[in-house]
């Protein structure tokens, strides 16, 4: 059992459309993270929180915005999001943001028509 | 910048032995991670190697390089259940973690 929980599972949205990513984890950790997951790519780290302060922002476009209210809750705002944005958004999580290995969740399948 | 790279795909029959590797160029250089990775799974954490040689757990082993810029891991006594893929991340100077694009196993009977 996973101890980063992600919520929802599978998201279909239009590109006009507001929706919201959910990271939970239950590890009393200190850094999340959320990547993006395409296929035949890889993983690429969009942005990183270390006790609630953003400390990495990966030239990630303004249309993906992330709140971290504190450090057991991650969330990915999206807003008018393209096609090329259709992937696996994956949360992750680790004791802090000092190299220790990371925890997953299982992901969202986000699909942007 | 940052270039990590692994084979794509890998087959292997049940009860062999497989070792798929990594090779790096980063600028600073904190450790490098296993993770695997089943589909529609998280990846989960393997192994973690930052000094020269070899880290054994059971059926997996990882070595490293450092002076090479190289890994591998190695999966003894292959079971059906180690079809997945799995991804090389290395962690530079600044201690966030560069994803290879991860190397599929299949492992056939």
């Known amino acids: 059992e996973t101890g980063v929980t992600q919520t929802p599972r599978h998201l279909v949205m239009g590109m006009t459309n507001k929706k919201s990513l959910k990271c939970e984890q239950h590890?009393?950790?200190?850094?999340m993270y959320w990547y993006k997951q395409s296929a035949k790519k890889p993983l690429e780290l969009m942005f990183v929180?270390?006790?609630?302060?953003?400390?990495e922002n990966n030239s990630v476009p303004s249309r993906f915005s992330p709140e971290c209210p504190n450090s057991s809750h991650l969330f990915l705002h999206l807003h008018t999001l393209q096609p090329e944005d259709s992937a696996l958004y994956l949360c992750?999580?680790?004791?802090?943001?000092?190299?220790?290995?990371?925890?997953f969740g299982d992901g969202t399948r986000l699909s942007i028509l | 910048g940052q270039n990590i790279d692994q084979p794509t795909e890998m087959t292997a029959t049940e009860g062999a032995i497989v070792q798929i590797n990594c090779t790096y160029q980063?600028?600073?250089?904190?450790?490098l991670f296993w993770y695997q990775q089943h589909a529609g799974e998280a990846p989960t954490f393997l192994s973690y190697?930052?000094?020269?040689g070899l880290e054994e757990k059971g059926r997996f082993s990882s070595f490293l390089s450092r002076s090479k810029g190289y890994s591998y891991l190695l999966l003894k006594e292959l079971q059906m259940k180690d079809s997945a893929s799995y991804l090389c991340?290395?962690?530079?100077?600044?201690?966030?973690?560069?994803f290879g694009r991860g190397t599929s196993l299949i492992v056939h009977p």
């Open positions: 992750a999580s680790s004791q802090d943001g000092g190299g220790q290995p990371q925890h």
């Open positions: 590890l009393g950790h200190n850094a």
């Open positions: 929180y270390n006790f609630k302060e953003q400390t």
């Open positions: 980063t600028s600073g250089f904190n450790g």
């Open positions: 190697n930052v000094l020269d």
């Open positions: 991340a290395v962690l530079g100077g600044s201690y966030i973690p560069t």
